[in-house]
């Protein structure tokens, strides 16, 4: 460092970001790979106490681009470049819908958190909180959302790692409860990433859905499935055929047992219309329905102590 401004332009091979470039911006901020985006540095101060210490610095640091002071960032240009969107584009968040990927999201959540720009990060919160919901009617009627539906295993590790990162806890409990769905070693070892690299949860997140996994399956067993497990129960309900519903009851019991290495899932029964219409009495298939019912709920109430954490109410609190 000479002191004396610094020109680099012709200097390091760069990339600007064409939806990201203000011609009258006042900074250009570099990500990790070279690209660069120039936006007004007055905004970025006002929106995160980080960024308005790290441009102070930049203005001593006399590196310029064209004229104009560049900061170089460790950020991806993906997460950079979605960061910026959401603070300069005001219809970023209002657009969302199909075209909006949750790896969007996920960047925004990062650096919002990292920079700490409150108010963008309470908004992507709030719209994460729409797909990792902590009541269970919207859990439900947001099953075929799209985020969620296209989680891959890598997304959905991530995913938990960000949360926990960003002290999102209230997201947390639906998101492990999701990795418990996946497959056990895929959990323990993590996933390939296209890059090459490893996505493997943290510690203490794989920590919570190993014992959060074993004591969903417990729910599963003496709530969800009590009907089939629970052979001492007495059929108080007016049962029309006790022995062939039995019968069936106790075979279907064992050929779920067949397959330990699949988990055993509390808030997925298998449709009892499909699996047992016809096959056991009318009245004992309203008996069932009320049984998966109130587990459904019930499991749901105790989804986030399942992974450790306090109950719904306070995660709900402390996270508005
Ligand atoms: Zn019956």
Request: hydrophobic letters at 40%.
């Amino acid at each position: 460092m000479t002191g004396f401004p610094s020109d680099l332009k012709h200097h390091r091979s760069f990339k600007k970001c064409s939806e990201l470039w203000f011609e009258d911006g006042s900074i250009i901020l570099e990500a990790d790979n070279g690209t660069l985006f120039r936006v007004y540095g007055g905004h970025l101060t006002r929106c995160s106490s980080v960024l308005n210490e790290m441009l102070a610095e930049a203005e001593q640091s006399h590196d310029l681009f064209e004229g104009i002071p560049l900061v170089p960032m460790d950020d991806s240009a993906a997460d950079l470049r979605c960061f910026l969107k959401a603070l300069f584009d005001l219809k970023f968040y209002t657009k969302r819908g199909p075209e909006m990927e949750l790896e969007d999201i996920i960047s925004v959540l990062r650096l919002s958190t990292k920079y700490n720009t409150e108010v963008l990060r309470t908004q992507t919160l709030s719209i994460l909180s729409t797909v990792f919901p902590s009541r269970l009617d919207v859990f439900v009627t947001t099953n075929e959302h799209k985020w969620r539906s296209r989680l891959t295993p890598r997304k959905l590790f991530t995913l938990a790692n960000l949360a926990k990162e960003a002290d999102a806890t209230a997201l947390l409990p639906s998101i492990l409860y999701l990795c418990c769905r996946r497959d056990l070693v895929k959990i323990l070892d993590g996933v390939e990433t296209p890059s090459g690299s490893r996505a493997v949860l943290d510690g203490e997140i794989m920590r919570r859905i190993i014992i959060g996994r074993r004591a969903l399956e417990s729910l599963a067993r003496t709530w969800t499935y009590s009907y089939l497990y629970d052979h001492n129960v007495p059929f108080e309900h007016q049962c029309e055929d006790s022995s062939r519903c039995r019968q069936f009851i106790h075979t279907k019991a064992k050929s779920i047992d067949s397959y330990p290495d699949v988990f055993l899932d509390p808030l997925a029964p298998p449709s009892l219309y499909q699996n047992f219409d016809g096959r056991v009495c009318r009245s004992c298939l309203r008996w069932m329905e009320g049984v998966v019912k109130v587990s459904l709920e019930h499991v749901w109430t105790c989804l986030p102590v399942v992974f450790g954490f306090p109950e719904w109410g306070s995660l709900v609190r402390v996270s508005e």
